[in-house]
């Protein structure tokens, strides 16, 4: 029977079993997709977030990110994803690169993708890159909730650089 079905009627199948969480029909779905049609980039997005979040499989899941922004980099939706990754596996070169392209392409949410820049010069305690990186994010966001963790997260690295100044003072002065 899924012989009759075009490429996006089971993208669409597949995607609405993630929504329900039926992990395995979806990825069996996303695969096929990818067999027939190896350069459908939506396919690799979903794949990608698949790998990511439920299987844990960080290599496949940049390949996939990787894959979908090569064929498709107008595509805004992966951006947010892929650097999220990047960022957590601590790769600053690229996700730099990938915050970069991202922060031009239509339909982005520039707030998220300053907010993870933020984060990936907090964690290289960068921290005047990652105040200006959560300020930035600041001016773009639109949400509440976004705009209070946003100023969370520029409190905490205040807090930081207070706490390694005080740190760096105590080690020079004894």
Same mark, same amino acid.
């Given at each position: 029977m899924d012989i009759y079905l075009t490429i996006e009627e089971k993208y669409l199948k597949a995607v609405d079993h993630l929504? +329900? @969480?039926k992990i395995t029909k979806a990825l069996k779905l996303l695969n096929a997709i990818i067999a027939d049609e190896p350069f459908y980039a939506r396919a690799h997005y979903q #794949? @990608? =977030? #698949?790998?990511?979040y439920e299987i844990n499989d960080y290599q496949a899941a940049g390949y996939h990110f =990787?894959?979908?922004v090569e064929l498709e980099p107008s595509f805004p939706d992966v951006y947010y994803y892929y650097l999220h990754l990047l960022v957590? !596996? /601590? $790769?600053e070169k690229l996700a730099y690169q990938i915050g970069q392209k991202a922060l031009v392409v239509p339909g982005v949410n520039i707030?998220?993708? +300053?907010?993870? !820049? @933020? !984060? $990936?010069? &907090? /964690? =290289?305690? &960068?921290?005047?890159?990652a105040v200006e990186a959560y300020r930035k994010a600041f001016l773009e966001t639109t949400y509440k909730t976004e705009k209070d963790n946003i100023e969370e997260s520029i409190e905490r690295v205040k807090a930081k650089k207070h706490q390694a100044k005080k740190y760096n003072y105590e080690l020079l002065s004894n």
């Open positions: 929504n +329900y @969480g #794949l @990608g =977030k #698949l790998y990511y =990787k894959t979908c957590f !596996l /601590r $790769m707030a998220s993708i +300053y907010n993870q !820049l @933020g !984060l $990936m010069a &907090e /964690r =290289k305690k &960068e921290w005047n890159n």
